[in-house]
Each structure stands twice: as structure tokens, then as C-alpha cells.
């Protein structure tokens, strides 16, 4: 399968959309002001790669140029507004991207109600409506939801077995049977990121479809 490669003078929109991370190129024309708005699980990275950028990140404010990067972190308040009479072009990714990814405030400091699919409308609106019920969905998402507890509740033992392994194997100076410890600790904190992961996916889909009127039929 080939590499796919995105090029951001022509590739401006979302080019990864995963629950791991959502990965995108922006471009602001002069003046142009992107909303206020934070994450409630999401670590934001951006690049600018064209034009100057000011980001205002919980009140701190820096102008910054092609090639330097910065950082929100999750429910840091942040903002970005062009500089200059140059388009400003950034790459910018959000991990985790898990619904409703962005959190607004009103002008109170309060935070407004979640909005779910905002950061996808574009692709979902040209995709087909989905295919399956949203009883199909729900159902999906409570499997997921189970499928997690148990694999945590697994992880949770073999975190206290193999742990108790790993202290009586680094007393013994036994290398072999601490690594083999770590090991199986590996395995059960693996499993459960795996059944998160599909939680995750399960719930981009739910989420947006759900809170959609014309997708609930």
C-alpha cells in the first residue's frame, strides 16, 4: 500500500482523523481570527509553516514564524489570529481526538454545552449518512464500554500478580523472570489501551450521529 503524502499548500483540512490524534493543515488570510475554545482530553501542537501567527494560550501571548511550534495543553484556553497582511498556513494535531473535542466559553467564563462533530463536519458532510441504526450504534458503544471494564479489570490482576513477580525476581537478582514480569504487566496495560482505542472509535461515530436530527432517523 502506498505511503500517503499531504502537501499543505493544497492539502488545507483535517488529514488524519483518528481517536489517537486528529492531524490538520489551517490557513488564516490576514486578520483572521480562529474562536476561543479549549480541550477536555486533547494536547493541541502547532507549526506554523507560512506567515506569522500571535496564539494567545491562557492569556500568554507570542507572534510566532515558519518553522517555530507551540503548545496547549489540555483545558488550557487558547486562540490564534493571523499577523501581517500575509495568509498564515499551520500544521496543527490534537491527541487524543475523542468527542466533543472542543469545549467553548461564553464571555463569563462559563462552559457552554458540548458540540459534538464540530471538528469533522466537513468530511462527515461528504460522506454517506451512516448505514447502521442508532440502536446499532448504542449497542456497539455499550460492547465497547463492557469489552473495556473487563479487559481493565484483567489488567488490574495482572498488574498485582506480575507485579509481586517483578519485586521477587529484582530481590533475587533473577533478570530473566523480572523480564518476564514486565512483560505480562505489558500485556494487560496493552489489551486495555486496545479496548479504550475501540471505545474511542465507536464513540466519534455515536456522538456526532446522535446529537444530529437528521442522522437519528
Request: charged residues 20%; proline residues 6%.
Amino acid at each position: 500500500m502506498p505511503i500517503d503524502v499531504y502537501d499543505y499548500r493544497v492539502d488545507v483540512r483535517n488529514v488524519v482523523v483518528l481517536p489517537e490524534i486528529r492531524a490538520r493543515f489551517m490557513r488564516l488570510e490576514p486578520g483572521e481570527i480562529a474562536s476561543r475554545h479549549s480541550h477536555d482530553l486533547g494536547q493541541e501542537v502547532f507549526l506554523v509553516l507560512e506567515g506569522q501567527c500571535e496564539f494567545e494560550i491562557e492569556g500568554e501571548r507570542a507572534v510566532l514564524g515558519p518553522g517555530q511550534m507551540c503548545f496547549a495543553r489540555v483545558d488550557q484556553l487558547h486562540h490564534v489570529r493571523t499577523v501581517g497582511d500575509e495568509p498564515m498556513t499551520m500544521y496543527l494535531s490534537v491527541t487524543p481526538h475523542i468527542e466533543p473535542t472542543h469545549t467553548w466559553w461564553d464571555e463569563q467564563g462559563h462552559k457552554l454545552p458540548p458540540r459534538y462533530g464540530v471538528a469533522t463536519e466537513r468530511e462527515r458532510a461528504a460522506s454517506p449518512e451512516p448505514t447502521a441504526s442508532m440502536a446499532h450504534l448504542v449497542a456497539q458503544q455499550v460492547a465497547a464500554a463492557r469489552a473495556l471494564a473487563e479487559a481493565a479489570a484483567a489488567n488490574a490482576r495482572a498488574q498485582e500478580v506480575a507485579g509481586a513477580a517483578l519485586q521477587a525476581a529484582l530481590a533475587a537478582g533473577d533478570a530473566a523472570a523480572a523480564k518476564a514480569a514486565v512483560d505480562t504487566m505489558w500485556g494487560g496495560i496493552h489489551e486495555t489501551f486496545l479496548r479504550a482505542q475501540a471505545l474511542a472509535t465507536d464513540w466519534n461515530v455515536l456522538a456526532p450521529a446522535a446529537s444530529e436530527p437528521a442522522r437519528t432517523s
